[in-house]
Nanobody, 123 residues
Framework: QVQLVESGGGLVQAGGSLRLSCAAS????????VGWYRRAPGKEREFVAA????????YYSDAVKGRFTISRDTAKNTVFLQMNSLKPEDTAAYYC????????????????WGQGTQVTVSS
């Protein structure tokens, strides 16, 4: 089992930045693909970013490409999402996910999920 706990959400003005963290416990994420999803009020959950095993490629939705960066710190067993140039439409609950298969993470999210952290961007 993998337990995921997100943190770093909050209220920020448009154009600002936030860095989300996803701390894992139970197992090392070294052999897991990881990703971030978000769900805005009244909308379905949507893919944000994903990353394969160490050194693998990264993937982003068109909505965040060029503004968000996913990364991981193996030593800390933590995944990050650096969010720059935030827009009001980025307001959502953000969820971390992990799975042995990158394709699964990209398609619908993995077997493991965190509880989410709220990001609110004011205009």
């Amino acid at each position: 089992q993998v337990q995921l706990v997100e943190s770093g959400g909050g209220l920020v003005q448009a154009g600002g930045s936030l860095r989300l963290s996803c701390a894992a416990s139970g197992r090392s994420l070294r052999n897991y693909a990881v990703g971030w999803y978000r769900r805005a009020p009244g909308k379905e959950r949507e893919f944000v970013a994903a990353m394969g095993w160490i050194g693998a490629s990264t993937y982003y939705s068109d909505a965040v490409k060029g503004r968000f960066t996913i990364s991981r710190d193996t030593a800390k067993n933590t995944v990050f999402l650096q969010m720059n140039s935030l827009k009001p439409e980025d307001t959502a609950a953000y969820y971390c996910t992990a799975d042995p298969q990158l394709a699964v993470v990209r398609a619908r999210g993995g077997a493991y999920w965190g509880q989410g952290t709220q990001v609110t961007v004011s205009s």
